[in-house]
């Protein structure tokens, strides 16, 4: 079983959808989860930061997290085509210290 | 707003050649990563920089690679003889001292092509 594992993309939705985003993960340890976007040939670009469960929403994202069922979720309420890129999810189990990546999952919004 | 920089954006070598990978990063960060990604592929960590010396390294980390940051403000990624495989995009990340809120802030990433 990979460490972190994302559903597999790409995913295609119309301008204003609502967009659900998860990750599952294996390691009970983790405690601090990011959202990053990452457009085409770019670096990741920070999105949503949590700290063990529970929710954090921040303008159109909402970003949850079930350490009981070893899920989180990034949600896009109004998605627009400018949020079309590769979404990942990462994890670490100690403040600062490396990163474990999902391998993204593609987001295209149409007009 | 301040962000990691890094040069070159695009890198050309041959097989066996050494490269340095540069960046910038933010100025009151404390800790710093390499990460690379090979196209099409996921985000792999290679090394985290603490306090002038590696914290942590990955199995992809071998004796190839060597981090240095020669002043304040450079952080460098260099790799000896390069191989095919080194092929990737390499990521700069820097963040703040360790704490609660704290996490990393990746810069646009050096495209290196080993020929």
């Known amino acids: 079983q990979k460490e972190v594992e994302q559903d597999p993309g790409p995913l295609s939705v119309p301008e204003g959808a609502i967009v659900s985003l998860n990750c599952t993960y294996s390691?009970?340890?983790?405690?601090?989860f990011m959202w990053y976007r990452q457009y085409s040939r770019k670096g990741p670009e920070l999105l949503m930061y949590t700290y063990s469960s529970g929710n954090k929403e921040d303008g159109r994202f909402t970003a949850q997290v079930d350490k009981s069922s070893k899920y989180i979720s990034l949600f896009i309420r109004d998605s627009q085509p400018s949020d079309s890129a590769t979404y990942l999810c990462?994890?670490?189990?100690?403040?600062?210290?490396?990163?474990?990546f999902g391998p993204g999952t593609r987001l295209s919004v149409l007009p | 707003e301040p962000e990691v920089t890094q040069t070159p954006s695009h890198q050309v070598t041959q097989m066996g050649q050494e490269v340095i990978l540069r960046c910038v990063p933010i100025?009151?960060?404390?800790?710093f990563y390499w990460y690379r990604q090979i196209l099409g592929q996921k985000v792999e960590f290679l090394v985290s920089?603490?306090?002038?010396?590696?914290?942590?390294k990955s199995e992809i980390f071998d004796d190839q690679f060597s981090v240095e940051r020669p002043d304040g403000s450079n952080f460098t990624l260099k790799i000896r003889s390069t191989k095919l495989e080194d092929s990737a995009m390499y990521f700069c990340?820097?963040?703040?001292?360790?704490?609660?809120?704290?996490?990393?802030?990746f810069g646009p990433g050096t495209r290196l092509t080993v020929l």
């Open positions: 920089f603490y306090n002038n010396e590696i914290s942590e």
């Open positions: 390691n009970s340890a983790f405690q601090y």
């Open positions: 990340a820097s963040s703040e001292s360790s704490g609660n809120t704290d996490t990393q802030y």
């Open positions: 100025s009151n960060h404390l800790y």
């Open positions: 990462a994890m670490t189990p100690v403040s600062g210290q490396n990163f474990v």
